[in-house]
């Protein structure tokens, strides 16, 4: 069977020699200590062309490589690809956000089933976002509004709303890879803002079980009213600070700080325990790219969509366009109100 276009691959990384020796050899990176909090600073230069992380050419792997246009139950083509897990046994579990669909392949890339789909019904999706592996090869299948476990066969299991039950606004749950019995739980947005922090945006995370499924609320649990929860903290961040994805590496939480090339780390407790901050001057911003930037800007308002950096992959994501008054107006905000440590 003739595979003309794979879309999903399984790729290697690899770094050139020159490169690793350039970064390790340099001696310009800072640790020091601030009331218990590990501050680690990076002074070295950005990679030059011909240094940084390469992608092998010939992948390990590569599946849905459906011919083109065609309709190949075995070699189903893709969509948008939205998460990639693996099972115990080896088999890929992958996410398409554009049927909202789950599908899995054996350890060797061949298509094995499918589950889930556009719907609002049992095991239906509504909006798909990504797809988690939990032990036991229970998989999550998750939308906006809910998590929906199905089993490894793709029998669908039950279904955990994640909408807060006052605004029915979805909320940001994170799971910690492979366990999916513990969960933290953020509303993002906390309306309550204590005197003096106005400037600030506060966060309020929860971590909880899955036991709240079926007889209490998420909005609940924000609040932390009867329900079991092991810790509830709040981070408070400058509302002018682009921040990135969060992470969860195992109890720890991670924020990026992308206009400042900053990384936090949080324990599961909300104390900070260190601060990763990268000073290297990115690339300077060139005419072209800003026109590609103003006209895609044009675009978006015509369409009704509001265009993010993230549309474009090769700028510096810490050094976004603002407009001499707004990077004026962002200057005097942060000296009245510095970010926590």
Same mark, same amino acid.
């Given at each position: 069977m003739?595979?003309l276009?794979?879309?999903?691959?399984?790729?290697l990384?690899?770094?050139?020699?020159t490169?690793?020796?350039?970064?390790?050899?340099d001696?310009?990176?800072?640790?020091?200590d601030?009331?218990?909090?590990?501050?680690?600073?990076?002074?070295?230069?950005?990679?030059?062309?011909?240094?940084?992380?390469?992608?092998?050419?010939?992948?390990?792997?590569?599946?849905g490589?459906g011919?083109?246009?065609?309709?190949?139950?075995d070699?189903?083509?893709?969509?948008?690809?939205?998460?990639?897990?693996?099972?115990s046994?080896g088999?890929?579990?992958v996410?398409?956000?554009s049927t909202?669909?789950?599908?899995?392949?054996?350890?060797?890339?061949?298509?094995t089933?499918?589950?889930?789909?556009?719907?609002?019904?049992?095991?239906?999706?509504e909006?798909?976002?990504t797809?988690?592996?939990?032990?036991?090869d229970?998989?999550?299948?998750?939308?906006?509004?809910?998590?929906?476990?199905?089993?490894?066969?793709?029998?669908?299991? *039950? #279904?955990?709303?994640?909408? !807060?039950g006052?605004?029915?606004?979805?909320l940001?749950? &994170? =799971?910690r890879?492979?366990?999916? @019995?513990?969960?933290?739980?953020?509303?993002?947005?906390r309306?309550?803002v204590p005197?003096g922090?106005?400037?600030?945006?506060?966060w309020?995370?929860?971590?909880?079980?899955?036991?709240?499924?079926?007889?209490d609320?998420?909005?609940r649990?924000?609040?932390?009213?009867?329900?079991?929860?092991?810790?509830?903290?709040?981070?408070a961040?400058?509302?002018?600070?682009r921040?990135?994805?969060?992470?969860?590496?195992?109890?720890?939480?991670?924020f990026g700080?992308?206009?400042?090339?900053?990384?936090r780390?949080?324990?599961?407790?909300?104390?900070l325990?260190r601060?990763?901050?990268?000073?290297?001057?990115?690339?300077?911003?060139?005419?072209e790219?800003?026109?590609?930037?103003?006209?895609?800007?044009?675009?978006?308002?015509e369409?009704? *969509? #509001?265009?993010?950096?993230? !549309?474009?992959?090769?700028?510096?994501?810490?050094?976004? &366009? =603002?407009?001499?008054?707004?990077? @004026?107006?962002?200057?005097e905000?942060?000296?009245?109100?510095?970010?926590?440590?």
């Amino acid at each position: 069977m003739a595979r003309l276009k794979p879309v999903a691959t399984v790729l290697l990384l690899t770094c050139p020699s020159t490169a690793c020796e350039s970064q390790a050899g340099d001696a310009d990176f800072v640790e020091t200590d601030s009331a218990g909090v590990a501050i680690l600073e990076s002074f070295q230069p950005q990679w030059d062309d011909g240094h940084g992380w390469t992608v092998a050419l010939e992948p390990e792997l590569a599946i849905g490589a459906g011919p083109e246009g065609g309709d190949d139950p075995d070699n189903p083509p893709w969509g948008r690809v939205r998460g990639l897990n693996v099972l115990s046994n080896g088999s890929l579990v992958v996410g398409d956000a554009s049927t909202s669909e789950v599908m899995v392949f054996d350890s060797t890339g061949q298509f094995t089933h499918r589950f889930g789909g556009k719907g609002e019904g049992p095991g239906e999706l509504e909006d798909f976002s990504t797809v988690f592996a939990c032990d036991g090869d229970t998989i999550i299948a998750a939308d906006v509004y809910a998590y929906n476990y199905f089993d490894s066969e793709g029998r669908f299991l *039950r #279904r955990l709303a994640t909408v !807060d039950g006052r605004t029915q606004m979805p909320l940001s749950v &994170f =799971l910690r890879s492979g366990d999916c @019995r513990r969960f933290l739980v953020t509303d993002r947005y906390r309306t309550a803002v204590p005197e003096g922090s106005q400037g600030l945006t506060y966060w309020d995370f929860a971590w909880t079980d899955e036991s709240f499924a079926g007889r209490d609320t998420v909005e609940r649990m924000i609040e932390g009213h009867e329900l079991r929860y092991a810790e509830i903290f709040t981070r408070a961040v400058p509302w002018t600070t682009r921040v990135l994805p969060i992470r969860l590496a195992g109890d720890d939480l991670l924020f990026g700080y992308s206009q400042r090339a900053e990384l936090r780390i949080v324990a599961s407790d909300g104390a900070l325990k260190r601060i990763l901050r990268w000073h290297a001057t990115p690339a300077p911003i060139t005419t072209e790219e800003r026109q590609e930037w103003n006209s895609q800007q044009v675009v978006g308002s015509e369409s009704g *969509r #509001r265009i993010q950096l993230d !549309d474009f992959p090769w700028l510096p994501e810490h050094k976004p &366009f =603002l407009r001499p008054a707004a990077r @004026r107006r962002r200057r005097e905000h942060l000296g009245s109100h510095p970010s926590p440590a």
